[in-house]
């Protein structure tokens, strides 16, 4: 695993030679770029990962061999570097240098590499806010910064990235509210929030998201029975009934996960109405009130948490005969006397990826 690290930490240095050659030949796409107009699209690349080798320390990059990160005759791209042929150019497409404990703020002149549609810096030291500068990448498809040290807001500006499917800002500590401007993301498939600092009311623009399947918007987002940690993370607020309140809203959202937060009000009927819905993961929040029949009827609904709430009544005898429910969690409530649970009470695998990220 260290050596692996070590390899891909190790992609970021003889990029000097391109500085100091300016006028190499390669056939990587020009482009005006904020520090001038370069003979090749690698000088862009330079600035950008200039500054992410700056901050490796002793780190440095010595498996970037070439004037052109692209490539060039026997050399092969860049480690980390994905490249990409526009009629009789290359453009750079792909970066991803994660977990190489990359220290300092988000490397503002990423955002000079107009052709990304992939960036990966998960798992590294970056501080400070996102710039808005990232609404320039408008061909991104994939954005990644989970466990960072990122703050501050959510720039507005993401929301010109129209043709991202996957959003992972996870286990940062952005503060403030969700953007509402989130919504203006069509393509959207993965929206990952948890385990940061957001406060107020979920968006319920986020419901107009026709291809949303996964929505993580809690605090812990694996289960540790009778545990409530507060430390300072997600203090989201008010109802479900808010969020869901747009009729033919999450057509395809198969998880919702919204723990661990300080949500109110009753579980609504319309839930019901989420017939894609795989997961709904409601536990240690302030909801009261009696659990809805319909719910029951959620074709596919596997795993449902309830736990650690303020609910009455009693379970609807249709959840025990549920063909695909495995697990329903419903201690620290007022049920009636006699309500049991279904499973097994366990912490989910950290091997689930779609839970890691």
Known sequence: MLCHRVSAA?????????LFNVAVDCKTLKRDVEIGRWPCLCLTVVKALNEIKASLGWRVVYAWVGDDPCGDGDLPAWSG??????????????????????????PTAVTNLLDLTRLDLHNNKLTGPIPPQIGRLKRLKVLNLRWNKLQDVIPPEIGELKKLTHLYLSFNSFKGEIPRELANLPELQYLHLHENRFIGRIPPELGTLRNLRHLYLSTLCYHIPHQKEDVGNNHLVGTIRELIRMEGCFPVLRNLYLNNNYLTGGIPAQLANLTNLEILYLSYNKMS????????HIPKLTYLYLDHNQLSGRIPDAFYKHPYLKEL????????????????HKVLELSDSDFLF
């Open 329 to 344: 969690y419903i201690e620290g409530n007022a049920f009636r006397p006699g309500v049991n649970p279904i499973g097994i």
């Open 10 to 18: 190790v992609s970021l240095i003889v990029l000097l030679s391109c």
């Open 81 to 106: 570097v994905t490249c990409s042929t526009q009629g009789d150019y290359r453009v750079v497409t792909e970066l991803e240098v994660y977990a190489v404990s990359i220290i300092g703020p988000f």
């Open 289 to 296: 009130g009696i659990v809805p029949a319909g719910l029951a």
